[in-house]
């Protein structure tokens, strides 16, 4: 059995999206990130392998939540 997750991914996730809207692309280091989520900088790596790859996640978790309200537009369109 796995150990339980202590770090949310989305809390990294969000720590990562605030740095990056608040002072740039290259403020978001994984030191940063790290510090601003509370999780420790060796969690990040082993969650994700690499700052791009954090930021890629990222980009994909943004654009599955703008898609999810076109979608559930869609939805609600065919039940008419």
Do not use: C, K, N
């Not at 997750?5 to 720590?15: F, G, I, K, N, Y």
């Not at 290259?26 to 990040?44: F, K, V």
Request: net charge negative; aromatic share 6%.
């Amino acid at each position: 059995m796995p150990r339980p997750q202590l770090h949310a991914t989305d809390a990294m996730l969000d720590a990562a999206r605030d740095l990056l809207l608040e002072d740039g692309s290259w403020s978001a280091t994984m030191d940063a990130i790290a510090q601003a989520s509370g999780a420790p900088t060796g969690s990040l790596y082993h969650r994700f392998g690499s700052r791009d790859h954090l930021i890629a996640r990222l980009w994909v978790r943004a654009v599955q939540r703008s898609q999810a309200s076109f979608i559930a537009a869609l939805e609600h369109e065919d039940a008419r």
